[in-house]
């Protein structure tokens, strides 16, 4: 069995409906994925149902922000949580790097060093230190019953940073993920037959043409007419769009300060059926709009 978890489907900005980036998938009921790792990630594994200590393996596609900040907090978690031993982290070039400036030694420092003054603490201290694996396009999981390829996206210039796209395999299912990209054929070969294709989405076709026009940029993500035609490229069984880029918020707080990013005169929860209708121009199969703790079992 394949049960895939949306924990946050949020994008860069603070948002009281949606946590950050994050995924959890479980094989078997009990072998669990993480990826990515944005803000809220942590809290919304837990109103899952899930440890963070329970975590064997985060896998993080490109290290921006809102897919990274919650590493610390999954981390300590863990540890005060008694997870016996480290868990694998696996990110792009420069995954190193952040923990070196995060955990033991970086900014929480003095967090684990006065938490780590009692006895019960120090017995699993080595769960500050993750297995990490910087990994490259291909396949970087290959177990008995799992298997793990990435393959590089278009997302930030590379030089700053490689960003990921994965196909998970197991128990004959297919989960795909798109991290943050514009329209790759990487991803519609990772995707290829996909049970399920959860796939960047950031804002809907007026949100893009608002951005065109005041600069913002509009060249690092894809929309939803782009996404319907790589679904149906791919022949995905369900597409699953996320990291919305807050185009159906109610919140009276981003609304008021978000006007440089986004129309706010346009938002609104109505914005999802129009990102479906656009998704349909090229997509006829089945269209699930993300949201935080959305479970879908294989």
């Known amino acids: 069995m394949l049960r895939l978890t949306m924990l946050g489907t949020g994008a860069a900005l603070l948002d009281p409906a949606r946590a950050q980036t994050s995924l959890l998938v479980t094989v078997d009921g009990r072998d669990h994925l993480l990826l990515d790792c944005g803000n809220g990630a942590a809290r919304r594994l837990v109103e899952a149902g899930v440890s963070p200590s329970e975590v064997d393996r985060v896998l993080l596609t490109h290290l921006h922000v809102d897919h990274t900040a919650d590493l610390a907090s999954f981390t300590i978690g863990a540890w005060m949580l008694n997870r016996p031993e480290a868990f694998r982290l696996y990110g792009p070039a420069g995954t190193r790097r952040l923990i070196s400036h995060l955990l033991e030694g970086g900014a929480f420092d003095i967090d684990i060093r006065a938490r780590a003054g009692y006895p019960l603490r120090q017995r699993n201290l080595t769960v500050l230190r993750p297995e990490i694996t910087e990994y490259g396009p291909g396949v970087i999981i290959d177990e008995p019953g799992l298997r793990v390829t990435a393959g590089l996206v278009d997302h930030i210039p590379e030089e700053i940073s490689p960003c990921?796209?994965?196909?998970?395999?197991?128990?004959?299912?297919v989960i795909a993920f798109s991290g943050d990209t514009t329209?790759?054929?990487?991803?519609?070969?990772?995707?290829r037959?996909?049970?399920?294709l959860v796939h960047d989405c950031t804002f809907p076709e007026a949100f893009l043409e608002h951005r065109r026009q005041s600069g913002v940029g509009t060249s690092a993500h894809t929309s939803p007419r782009e996404l319907g035609r790589i679904s149906a490229e791919a022949g995905v069984k369900l597409l699953v769009p996320s990291h919305f880029g807050h185009f159906d918020t109610t919140s009276p707080v981003l609304l008021r300060c978000a006007a440089a990013h986004l129309p706010a005169e346009l938002a609104g929860p109505h914005q999802i059926d129009a990102m479906i209708q656009d998704i349909r121009e090229s997509f006829a199969g089945p269209v699930l709009p993300a949201r935080d703790l959305l479970r879908i079992e294989l």
């Open 183 to 191: 329209p790759t054929a990487t991803m519609v070969e990772l995707a």
């Open 193 to 196: 037959g996909a049970d399920v």
């Open 164 to 173: 990921y796209g994965f196909r998970i395999e197991a128990g004959g299912r």
